[in-house]
């Protein structure tokens, strides 16, 4: 595609219900990031890929987040037994291979509501 | 440990220049500055980058001291459109690395 995709746009969802967040990245990139981004705060780093591997899931919050990018392409954010602090937009975004700051594209984001 | 500050808010003058200061006092050698915008509920955006001498491009100036211990980015024309939170990174090239956004700048354009 054109863009970095995401869906669902919104989702909300019970607490304590597991969600999965879906990022299609550029096509032909190859590193994809996770962020969470909470209301008047910028993005908070999560995890990141290269092709399929998980370089850095340092900024996971606890054991109920995992993600995956199984075939190097697109990437699924999980969590589980969600909470009430756990509503945020959760953004992704890809990059080309190397360090490419400057060709980073984020997509539009899913917007989480835990009731 | 922030690597950069930023004023939390600035107003500019449709048509004026605007700008964004940052101090990144500790940044080291082999760090560069990147800046971005986020406007609205979209995504972050990048803008430009440089490591020791002044960058321009189609969007905007990056304007960074000799001792790399603040930087400047300029928006020559202002717009309604420039209206967003700007944030100013540093981080290396090394790769492995990942972009840590503060809290930014948030720019208002005044018409």
């Known amino acids: 595609g054109a863009g970095v995709s995401q869906s669902p746009r919104y989702k909300v969802t019970k607490r304590g219900q597991d969600v999965a967040l879906r990022c299609d990245p550029i096509?032909?990139?190859?590193?994809l990031y996770w962020y969470r981004q909470a209301l008047g705060q910028g993005p908070e780093f999560l995890t990141y890929?290269?092709?399929?591997?998980?370089?850095?899931k340092s900024g996971l919050p606890n054991d109920r987040f995992s993600a995956e990018r199984p075939e190097g392409s697109i990437s699924t954010l999980t969590i589980q037994r969600t909470e009430q602090r756990d509503s945020a937009m959760y953004r992704c975004?890809?990059?080309?291979?190397?360090?490419?700051?400057?060709?980073?594209?984020f997509g539009s984001g899913t917007q989480l509501s835990v009731l | 440990d922030a690597k950069t500050t930023q004023p939390p808010s600035m107003d500019c003058a449709e048509g004026r220049a605007a700008n964004l200061p940052c101090n990144h006092s500790?940044?080291?050698?082999?760090?560069?500055v990147y800046w971005y915008r986020q406007i609205h509920s979209q995504g972050p955006q990048y803008i430009i980058h440089?490591?020791?001498n002044n960058e321009t491009n189609e969007m905007a100036s990056l304007i960074i001291t000799e001792d790399r211990k603040s930087s400047t980015l300029i928006l020559p024309h202002a717009t309604l459109r420039d209206t967003a939170v700007y944030y100013c990174?540093?981080?290396?090239?090394?790769?492995?690395?990942?972009?840590?956004f503060g809290t930014g700048t948030r720019l208002t354009i005044i018409p």
């Open positions: 975004a890809s990059s080309p291979a190397g360090p490419s700051y400057e060709k980073l594209f």
């Open positions: 096509s032909g990139h190859v590193s």
């Open positions: 890929f290269n092709y399929e591997a998980q370089q850095d």
């Open positions: 500790t940044i080291s050698g082999n760090e560069y």
């Open positions: 440089g490591l020791k």
């Open positions: 990174i540093v981080i290396s090239n090394f790769g492995n690395e990942k972009l840590t």
